[in-house]
């Protein structure tokens, strides 16, 4: 049988850790037997700027890059970033987002609003058939560490879509730098949790 | 084994993979990976030359000597090298001679949008385009090939897409190195064929003709170019990352897979105009292909239907097929049932469905946009944008922050600090090719121009294109003041090393060129070296050069600090002080937000470099840092 098609589209600002929960979502996908593209744009902005990473699975993936419409997962590391690429997304297509918000630039200076948490959800739910609000940065932080909001969401998306976890921790542990295995194990576990507990 | 690797890592893999010994480049985007990627396989040799130019002269010079090599750069780093690009053209290589160049569609991080397939005619080259990471190295030694067969250089074109895009491809288990010729090597002489002096270019000029319609005639039935039959209703012609949008959007159709960009084979259009009902081309920025097959009498269709400015996608080829009638509309999806909301709003959820509007809660108006009660539904298209912008802790900020103060009319460059003309700190007025600004600024001097003038660049655009402009303006006796931002370091593109970093490419080391010393040789008596946070003797040095007539040189020299990874901790802010008066927020930091009657520290993305705390008039804002800080 032929695998199905699966795209991936993890939204957030430079220096969240979203290439590295990329990286994570390819290898897994390469794992579970797909062909599997990815495609980011780098450059300007190292730290600060809207960053955003598109992993596609299927039997064959031509372009690495998603079509507007018809993207299956959306994982939101910041609530503005994610709501910039709900378009993006097929109707009734899962949104994971991080309830953690960095106002951009034009905020700061006044000069733009920040949405309300409510506007952004009535924004995802015109496309969303089920959308998951996570506290990933603060759990991350009560692991130490905000960087493994990422790999929190990347729990969460684990239990959404229903594969074997030791497939995932077995990549996070090849792609971690050793030291770090434990805690990225760690807020996978809490991830995964919150997805089990959501999803029933 | 399979393994990811983004297609400029596949290129350089595939130098390695065609036995080329020697790589040589200047960094930019989107193309720096592919001699980074090159540099880790063992056995050969890296270098980050000045500039493109002296990256392909030194091509030159290791193909003359009879090696491999290629060289890289970015689209706008060709035009730096056409000049000796022209030139190899004409005298030919002797060891194969590949350039890997990329190009931007989109302007991702370019100042234009060109289409390096051009310079295929223009210079008289073949190019190749490669669509996948595994073609990318496979095209590689392709390219070796064809320049040793035919004796002519050859393009490596890459766009954006394909040079950041993470596609499969079988890698060797094991490396084996490659051995570059380390014993004596003589040098076979052969003035006529190197020196391109009229009688000899002349004929050279012949040759040149005759081989690209050698190569035309070998483009006919080579691996590069394929027909993969379908459909007789439509046949689409595309190379590189545009065919793999037309693959997703013409399932069916027959294609014309072009991997040879320039020159390019008129029989195999011929056959597939036979082939079916239609020729369409979807190709990316210029209309080469599509030209080209009129030309020989075939009616095809492309820039009518497809756009010329700016980067393709999947949905623009669907979006634009669509519209002239190629395809069928998608059914579209319909969704079942009311969307499932975990952990949210649930009164906005129940709002959401019924189409209305209640927005409970949230009504504060803290001036971080939590100010409730904007009924209409957000637009994805107008949400506040997040443009680029310095990042925390980087020391040009100071810099232009002062500028900005002082009302100084600057002549910016290319390179990080390019985003000094990003808002709020709106510091740098132009911006034009890698160097112009030092030439620029003496051209406005030249005429009079009285409002604090100053020209500002980075080091390695100073050593890449700064030079000649610099030494232009002691002899030419101009007055104007020359800012180098000196973080020791290529940063834009990822922190590359240049000839003030103190190593090679290779992790050698050598020796650092003294700025200071460079100006004062090319006739500069007033040189300058500032630490940026020093607010001070920022303020006091460049208020000093600007208002003088006498040509001069500041050096403003910090570590890009993303670069040795300095962080301190961020600092805090103490709310009874702090009134909001903005003046930190003017410094143009991400991690200072504005909450309306205060500011916060994002300390995730704070680098902890204290400069908020230095400008802030009111010390509301409060250093955690353990050494003491700046001074």
């Keep these: 049988m032929a695998l199905e098609k699966i795209d991936f589209v993890l939204a957030g600002v430079g220096g969240q850790g979203t290439i590295l929960a990329s990286d994570i979502l390819v290898e897994v996908g390469l794992e579970a037997g797909y062909d599997v593209k990815k495609s980011e744009v780098h450059g300007m902005a190292q730290r600060g700027g809207g960053v955003e990473s598109q992993v596609r699975w299927g039997e064959k993936v031509y372009s690495a890059t998603v079509e507007k419409g018809e993207v299956d997962f959306l994982l939101g590391f910041e609530m503005l970033e994610v709501a910039r690429w709900i378009d993006f997304l097929k109707p009734g297509g899962d949104v994971i987002v991080n309830r953690y918000r960095i106002p951009p630039p034009p905020v700061n200076m006044g000069v733009a609003k920040y949405p309300d948490e409510s506007e952004i959800q009535r924004l995802l739910l015109t496309r969303a058939g089920r959308l998951v609000w996570v506290g990933a940065t603060d759990v991350a932080r009560e692991l130490g560490n905000a960087a493994l909001s990422g790999v929190v969401l990347l729990g969460v998306l684990a239990s959404d879509l229903g594969m074997e976890h030791d497939l995932w921790l077995g990549v996070i542990e090849r792609l971690v730098p050793e030291r770090f295995v434990a805690l990225n194990r760690e807020a996978f576990s809490r991830g995964t949790a919150i997805g089990a507990e959501m999803l029933v | ?631």
């Design chain 2, 1 to 631: 084994m399979k393994k990811l690797l983004s297609g400029n890592e596949a290129i350089g893999y595939g130098a390695y993979l065609a036995g080329c010994g020697y790589g040589v480049g200047y960094p930019g985007t989107p193309s720096t990976e592919i001699l980074q990627s090159y540099s880790t396989y063992p056995g050969v040799h890296a270098e980050w030359a000045t500039n493109e130019k002296v990256a392909l002269d030194v091509a030159t010079g290791i193909s003359y000597a009879g090696e491999r090599v290629f060289c890289t750069m970015k689209h706008v780093g060709l035009n730096v090298a056409a000049d000796s690009l022209f030139s190899i053209v004409f005298t030919g290589p002797r060891g194969g001679l590949v350039v890997a160049v990329a190009d931007d569609p989109g302007m991702h991080s370019s100042q234009n949008e060109q289409d390096t397939r051009q310079y295929g005619r223009f210079a008289k080259l073949p190019v190749v385009e490669p669509g996948d990471s595994a073609e990318g190295a496979e095209f590689m030694r392709a390219a070796f090939e064809l320049s040793e067969q035919f004796k002519t250089p050859v393009i490596m074109r890459s766009v954006t897409r394909l040079s950041h895009s993470r596609t499969p491809l079988e890698v060797m288990d094991e490396l084996v190195p490659l051995h570059a010729a380390h014993e004596t090597v003589k040098y076979d002489r052969a003035p006529s064929q190197q020196i391109p002096l009229p009688m000899n270019a002349r004929r050279m000029h012949r040759e040149v003709e005759q081989k690209m319609l050698d190569i035309s005639a070998w483009a006919e039935d080579c691996e590069l170019n394929r027909i993969e039959p379908g459909g007789s209703r439509l046949g689409i012609v595309a190379s590189g990352i545009a065919y793999q949008y037309a693959r997703e959007v013409f399932p069916d159709a027959t294609f014309l897979k072009l991997g040879l960009a320039y020159p390019l084979p008129n029989d195999l259009f011929h056959t597939l105009a036979g082939m079916v009902d239609q020729v369409v081309v979807v190709e990316e920025l210029d209309p080469i292909y599509e030209h080209n097959i009129r030309l020989l009498g075939i009616p095809a269709r492309g820039k009518d239907i497809f756009p010329l400015c700016g980067e393709f996608s999947t949905e623009l080829v669907r979006e634009h097929a669509l519209a002239a009638g190629l395809i069928e509309a998608r059914v579209p999806v319909s969704t079942s049932g009311a969307p499932i909301v975990i952990n949210g709003l649930p009164e906005d959820a129940a709002a959401a469905v019924s189409g209305g509007a209640g927005d409970a809660g949230d009504t504060a108006g803290d001036g971080n946009g939590n100010g409730g009660g904007d009924l209409a539904l957000l637009d994805p298209a107008t949400l506040p944008g997040r443009p680029p912008m310095l990042c925390p802790g980087c020391a040009h900020r100071p810099i232009f922050y002062v500028l900005q103060r002082l009302r100084a009319m600057v002549f910016g460059d290319i390179g990080c600090y390019t985003l000094g003309a990003a808002p709020p700190l709106n510091a740098t007025h132009t911006c034009g090719a890698m160097g112009a600004g030092i030439g620029v600024v003496h051209g406005t001097d030249l005429v009079g121009v009285k409002d604090r003038t100053v020209a500002v660049i980075g080091d390695s655009t100073f050593f890449h294109g700064g030079l000649p402009p610099l030494v232009n303006i002691a002899y030419n006796k101009g007055v104007s003041t020359v800012i180098v931002l000196d973080n020791r370091i290529t940063a834009m593109t990822g922190h590359q090393a240049n000839p003030g970093t103190g190593h090679t490419m290779m992790g050698e080391e050598s020796p650092t060129v003294s700025i200071e010393a460079v100006a004062r040789a090319f006739g500069f008596s007033k040189v300058d070296t500032l630490d940026p946070y020093d607010l001070d003797e920022v303020r006091r040095v460049l208020k000093d050069h600007l208002d003088s007539t006498e040509p001069s040189v500041v050096v403003a020299r910090y570590n890009c600090v993303l670069q040795t990874k300095e962080r301190n901790a961020a600092p805090h802010v103490d709310l009874e002080l702090c009134n909001n008066c903005g003046t930190c927020l003017n410094i143009g930091c991400a991690p200072i937000i504005n909450r309306g009657d205060h500011v916060e520290i994002d300390d995730i993305l704070c680098n902890g470099c204290d400069y908020c705390v230095t400008v802030c008039p009111r010390d509301a804002i409060v250093s955690n840092r353990t050494d003491g800080g700046e001074e």
